[in-house]
């Protein structure tokens, strides 16, 4: 029989629940700022996710426009933070 420490049995225990998932989304709201940088977290705010996609309010068009075109980077870089499959897509609102 092995040892688990507590952290790795709530991590199972949250799996096996299906709040896993759940949880990395929330992590994905705390930790925005530090997934997307400064420039990006200055002009954006993650507000919610809802059925796996990830709501960011943008404050101007033209930024807007700049981080459709880096969706597929932010995506990335949130698998890197979080893990993969976590997100299915992110939408930018004004």
Do not use: C
Request: proline share 1%.
């Amino acid at each position: 029989m092995t040892v688990k420490s507590l952290a790795e049995s709530l991590q199972e225990l949250f799996t096996e629940l299906g709040h896993a998932k759940k949880i990395k989304q929330v992590e994905i709201l705390q930790k925005w700022p530090e997934i997307v940088g400064a420039q990006i977290s200055a002009i954006t705010i993650a507000e919610q996710i809802r059925d796996d996609v990830l709501y960011v309010r943008v404050k101007s068009m033209t930024w807007k426009s700049e981080l459709v075109l880096r969706k597929q980077e932010l995506l990335s870089r949130i698998a890197e933070s979080v893990g993969k499959n976590i997100l299915s897509d992110i939408r930018f609102t004004i």
